[in-house]
């Protein structure tokens, strides 16, 4: 199902494991129930337990971001603002053209402050069954003007947010090993908006 060497996902499995999603009992997206879930399972995170056991990296990943501004020092109160805005965001960079993978539904969590370090977690949902994925970033402005963010996006568990008693089942299924799509792309270019010229290193 997964190409190791391009890091994409065949459209008849992709299909295939659709289906098997559209399977998962959940409640309407109206009740709300995914939100109230969501801070729990963010915190659990049990989908990254089995991953750590066995090594692997196929529900989350990692980058580095130097952030710099071709006017001057970087602001990093800026880029939070930007990032508050995340619900702006209305399709996710992506090579899938399904819209059930091109959908975005961004939300802003938090954000919270250690010295000049400023931590950031935002969510994801997906479109039908809300599951949910988090993003974390900690953005640290440098003396020579840019800014150094190492961000992080992760799957929160098997079981989407919109199902009843997520959170217990997640931990539950924490060993299941499964392959998700990371939303670092997205964001990267919604930061880019405000101008600023984003390299990985």
Known sequence: ?????HGTVSERALEAVLKIVRKFPTVPKSWYLHKWQAPIMALT??????QTLRGL??????????????????????????LKKVDQITEQVSEQEQKE??????????????????????YFFTTRKQ???????RITPETN???????????????????????LFNILF????????????????????????????
């Open 131 to 137: 599951w949910l994925d988090v993003v974390e970033m």
């Open 45 to 50: 995170r049990p989908a990254i337990w089995g």
């Open 174 to 201: 924490f060993w299941f090993n499964f392959q998700d799509w990371v939303r670092i792309q997205s964001l990267r270019s919604h930061i880019d908006v405000c101008m600023y010229h984003i390299h990985l290193q």
């Open 101 to 122: 993978i091109k959908n975005a539904d961004f939300h802003w969590r938090f954000e919270s402050k250690s010295g000049n370090v400023t931590n950031v977690q935002i």
């Open 145 to 167: 003007g840019t800014a150094h963010a190492m961000v992080t996006s992760f799957s929160s568990g098997f079981i989407p947010a919109a199902t009843p008693l997520a959170p």
């Open 57 to 82: 990296r196929t529900n989350w990943s990692s980058a580095t971001w130097n952030i710099k501004d071709p006017k001057g020092p970087v602001d990093v109160d800026k880029i939070i603002k930007r």
């Open 1 to 5: 199902m997964y190409s190791k060497e």
